[in-house]
């Protein structure tokens, strides 16, 4: 395996041209999913490699890198986020200290894939989570950590059905199951009520693809809840971290904003600072720090040869942090969005990926991460004491629990 951090090889990996470039698979996915033919035709998106990537990649993701259906889907989000602002107002203590402020961003990134992907809401936000939703929350972190350990850990599980197998084995179960029913009352409700015609178009176009089997259908939804959450958490929590110490662009946020609750991407067009706020997040602290592929050529990177099949870890985030390619690096100033200062190697930040195998989740992210920012300055300014604690757990995560402060303007 090899590790690169500058700049022309980071260039040179991420852009060498690829159809069907190859992300190292997580090993403990594939292994379980080969086992369970009667449930899984492939590996899935996020593990598949070749044709069978190419494949799903084209017949899976299309209505979700397409700007109309998140258009499409902006008044239902609207409401998510709302109905997230509310849970956190309740969660509020009268000092504005929200503890566990990282549980209700899990549980909005719950609900928010969720509604995205099954096209129905399935009440991750109320006070009281029903006992499914609870399981499926727990499940997905089970499923997450066990992930990060069968990659760190010795890989006794290969030669054995570890406690770390079996667990992550039984998150696989527990979301399938709760995923399948899901899927079946979501399909239900869609015969019942043609209503909501966009909130359920991503879900339709994916049940009703002949061109796809039905159990990698069941196994997109399971990859992109599993892919979507704690990223989309991990982002929120940066975010507001980062911003608690720029007051100044927070209030410059909160000008440009409208005082209406349902916000348009007109509104979020006239808000340059919300933009500048997350990239310059995105820039200091990406949950996905680095990107992984093998390469499919020859290389020389810094004089030396790396044949086909080397394994490399372009750490984008460690080279978005050195002064060499960002004017003071180290500082989280969205300014540099703005009008940029020298050097500004732009094309470093790259937090949701490269090429032909980008996270396809990103329009999305970045249609919610937007709504949320703004309807939160719109309510209050973020206040965070001392240093969040953060940890590498499989992405960059924060150490649980987070209590942020919100006060009132
Ligand atoms: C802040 C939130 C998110 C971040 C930072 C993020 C980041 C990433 C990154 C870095 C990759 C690897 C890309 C590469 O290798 O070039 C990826 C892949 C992927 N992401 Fe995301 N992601 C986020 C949210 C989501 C959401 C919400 C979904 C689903 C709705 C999703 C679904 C996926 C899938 C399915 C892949 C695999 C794509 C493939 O291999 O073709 N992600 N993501």
């Given at each position: ?16 041209p ?6 190292p ?14 449930r ?16 799903l ?111 992550f ?29 966009a ?31 704690e ?13 608690s ?28 600072s ?48 050195r ?7 180290r500082?989280?100033l ?14 470093l ?23 949320l ?37």
């Open positions: 395996m090899v590790s690169i951090a500058e700049r022309e090889a980071l260039e040179a990996v991420l852009r060498a690829s159809r069907r470039p190859y992300r698979p997580t090993e403990i996915v594939q292994v379980y999913r080969r086992s369970r033919p009667d899984y035709a492939s590996t899935g998106l996020v593990n598949e490699q070749g044709e069978k990537w190419y494949h990649r084209r017949h899976l993701t299309a209505e979700l890198t397409s700007p109309s259906t998140m258009q499409g889907f902006l008044p239902e989000l609207n409401t998510i986020c709302d109905d997230f602002l509310e849970l956190v107002n309740t969660s509020r203590r009268a000092d504005g200290i929200v503890p566990g402020f990282d549980q209700l961003t899990n549980r909005m990134g719950l609900e928010s894939v969720c509604a995205l992907m099954l096209g129905s809401r399935l009440g991750f936000l109320e006070r009281w989570m029903s006992g499914r939703a609870a399981t499926l929350a727990s499940a997905v972190k089970a499923h997450f950590r066990a992930q990060r350990d069968s990659f760190y850990g010795a890989p006794l599980w290969k030669f054995a059905p570890t406690t770390l197998y079996r667990t084995a039984k998150s696989e179960d527990t979301i399938h199951t709760i995923v399948s029913d899901l899927m079946e009352e979501a399909k239900l409700k869609t015969q019942k009520n043609a209503s909501d015609e909130m359920r178009e991503i879900f339709m176009r994916i049940l009703e693809n002949p061109a796809l089997d039905m159990r990698d259908k069941k196994a997109a939804v399971i990859d992109f809840i599993t892919a979507g959450i990223t989309l958490a991990n982002s929120l929590v940066f975010l507001l971290y980062l911003l110490v720029r007051p100044d662009w927070q209030r410059t946020i909160r000008s440009e904003l409208p005082s209406c609750s349902t916000l348009t991407v007109e509104d979020l067009a006239a808000a340059p919300v933009r500048a706020a997350i990239s310059e997040a995105f820039r200091l602290l990406p949950t996905a720090p680095f990107l992984a592929r093998l390469l499919e050529t020859p290389m020389v990177i810094a004089g030396h040869k790396l044949p086909a099949g080397t394994f490399v870890l372009a750490h984008t985030g460690a080279a978005c942090r002064d060499e390619n960002f004017w003071r690096a500082e989280y969205p300014e540099r969005w703005l009008e940029p200062r020298a050097p500004h190697a732009a094309a930040v790259a937090p949701f990926g490269r090429g032909r195998r980008m996270c396809p989740g990103k329009r999305f992210v970045d249609l919610e991460l937007h709504l920012l703004a309807k939160i300055m719109q309510r209050w300014r973020v206040e965070f004491d001392g240093e969040l604690d953060i940890q590498f757990d499989f992405l960059l995560s924060p150490k649980s629990p987070v209590s942020l402060r919100l006060v009132e303007w």
